[in-house]
């Protein structure tokens, strides 16, 4: 059996980091792991969307980790996101994953084709197949298409090495059904940040965000509210989060806008990879504005775990 208390809390999506020529820079990388180490977060999500995955190269996706690896590994619990376009670049990475020390694999279904259920059910064997690692299911059906079915998720979750599902459909029903269907022991991690409370009212264990990043005391401090019981308090910090989320969204690319704040918070790693659209010069004043927004909602929730 593997022990799952060291995936359940907060666990921070990694956003990519590069350098001002847009290539992946391992320096930055382990600055940004170190900078969340030192706010006390559970754990990190490498390679996902948040971490833009699927707009590197497998040789990047590698670096990536080793650099994260080298900075937190046997600190933080690191989540190494494999999924890739092809099975075998998928099974090639959650090899590396395994040898490179991380804590466990986890994969999108699938990367463009739109793929049956039987397909899906073989991408992922393979990869739990390869390693000896845990495995987590990533669902998110808003990019991939791909439905994850009761009866899927029920012959996945009777294997031991996979312990759990990462879920990012808005359904908090589904998420409670997945729990049902996993059992207690089964981790179920909340994707949809902006209703991170109610996950967990539901049966989620924790969660894996992209814009926790941004405001990891926020998170942190919504998740020690719930677990001691005190549900009006962390309703007012989800709250807060969504003010902060709302206008992050406003942007052309939720991940431009985190990596701008992240500059201001003086952790530099660089703009999206394209497609994804950096901030526009025209809006750096707005984010400036948000910016002082999490700076002032940072300060309250420090403030207050301090009483
Ligand atoms: C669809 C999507 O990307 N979901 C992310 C993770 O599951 C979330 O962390 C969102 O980025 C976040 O909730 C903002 O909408
Ligand atoms: C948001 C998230 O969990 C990811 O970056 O994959």
Redesign the pocket.
């Known amino acids: 059996m593997v022990d799952t208390e060291k995936f359940k809390g907060i666990m921070i ?1 990694l956003y990519a980091a590069y350098d001002d020529e847009g290539n992946v820079d391992p320096a930055r990388v382990r600055k940004l792991a170190r900078h969340y180490a030192n706010k006390g977060v559970k754990g990190l ?1 490498v390679g ?4 833009e995955g699927m707009l590197q190269t497998a040789a990047e996706r590698k670096v990536v980790l080793e650099a994260v690896m080298e900075e937190v590994g046997g600190e933080l619990t690191v989540i190494a ?1 494999v999924g890739a376009a092809s099975t075998r670049e998928s099974v090639e990475l959650a090899k590396h994953a395994e040898a490179a020390g991380a804590d466990a694999i986890s994969a999108v279904p699938a990367i463009y084709y739109r793929l049956s259920p039987a397909s899906v059910e073989r991408h992922w064997q393979e990869m739990i197949d390869s390693t000896s690692l845990p495995f987590i299911i ?1 669902h998110i059906p808003q990019t991939t298409g791909f439905h994850l079915s009761a009866d899927l998720l029920t012959r996945m979750a009777a294997q031991d090495k996979v312990i759990g599902v ?1 879920i ?1 459909s808005e359904s908090t029903y589904e998420l409670q059904q997945f729990k049902a269907i996993g059992g207690p022991d089964f981790l179920v991690l909340n ?1 949809p940040d902006e209703q991170y409370l109610a996950g967990r009212s539901i049966g989620a264990d924790g969660g ?3 814009t926790y990043g941004v405001m990891p005391e926020l998170f942190l401090k919504l998740e020690s509210c719930y677990r001691e019981g005190r549900m009006e308090e962390a309703k007012a910090w989800q709250f807060k989060i969504n003010e902060i989320i709302k206008n992050l969204l406003s942007f052309p690319s939720l991940y431009g806008a985190c990596k701008a704040v992240l500059k201001l918070q003086g952790v530099e790693c660089g703009e999206p990879r394209l497609p994804l659209l950096p901030v526009p010069q025209a809006d750096l004043g707005r984010i400036a504005l948000l910016q002082k927004q999490i700076h002032e909602y940072t300060g309250e929730a420090l403030a207050s775990a301090q009483v």
């Not at 996902?48 to 971490?51: V, W």
């Open positions: 999506a999500y996902g969307s948040s971490g996101h990533y990462k990012s994707g894996i965000g992209g």
